[in-house]
C-alpha cells in the first residue's frame, strides 16, 4: 500500500465545516422547492450562485476537454469510411469516426486499423478517455493492460 497521511485535526475540522455547510445550504434550497418562501441572507444567496457557477464550469472544462480530443482533427478517408489517425504509435493507427464518439472513462475494446500492402488490418486494443485529459489512453494488450496517452492528429 502506498504511504499515506493521515488528516490532521485541522484538515479534519474544515472538511466537516465545508460538508456541513453544502447539507445545509441543499436543506434550505429543497425547502425553498417544497413551495414555501424562504428569505436568504445576501451571504447564503452568494453561497448558492457561487456553487451553481462552479458546477457550470466544471461542465463547461468537461465539454472543451471532450471538445479539445476530436475538434479539429484531421479526419482520413481510407476503404470509404472515415477515420481518426493516432500520432505517436508505434505504426500509423487509426480508428473509425463513429467508435471514437463511443470511448468513454471506463475501458473498451475498439478495433484500430493499419494500412498493410493488402488494405487495412485491424487491432482489437483498450481504449478509456480520463476527464483531466485530452487524450486516449490505449493498452495494445488486452491481457496485460498497461495505458499509455495518445492524441489524434490535428488538422492543421
Same mark, same amino acid.
Given at each position: 500500500m502506498a504511504n499515506k497521511k493521515p488528516y490532521s485535526e485541522d484538515e479534519k475540522q474544515r472538511i466537516l465545516d465545508n460538508l456541513n455547510e453544502k447539507r445545509v445550504i441543499d436543506?434550505?434550497?429543497k425547502r425553498g422547492l417544497d413551495g414555501k418562501k424562504a428569505n436568504y441572507s445576501e451571504d447564503?444567496?452568494?453561497k448558492v450562485l457561487? +456553487?451553481?457557477?462552479e458546477q457550470r464550469l466544471s461542465v463547461q472544462k468537461k465539454e472543451d476537454i471532450a471538445?479539445?480530443?476530436t475538434g479539429r482533427k484531421k479526419i482520413y478517408h481510407l476503404a470509404g469510411k472515415e477515420y481518426f489517425q493516432f500520432k505517436g504509435m508505434e505504426r500509423e493507427y487509426f480508428i473509425l469516426l463513429d467508435e471514437i464518439e463511443k470511448v468513454t472513462l471506463r475501458?473498451?475494446?475498439y478495433n484500430l486499423f493499419y494500412k498493410t500492402f493488402?488494405?487495412?488490418k485491424a487491432k482489437e486494443?483498450?481504449? +478509456?478517455?480520463?476527464i483531466y485529459s485530452e487524450q486516449f489512453f490505449i493498452s495494445y494488450d488486452i491481457r496485460r493492460v498497461y495505458f499509455k496517452g495518445y492524441s489524434l492528429v490535428d488538422e492543421y
Open positions: 436543506q434550505k434550497a447564503e444567496k452568494q457561487d +456553487k451553481l457557477n471538445y479539445n480530443r475501458q473498451g475494446i493488402n488494405g487495412l486494443v483498450l481504449i +478509456k478517455t480520463e
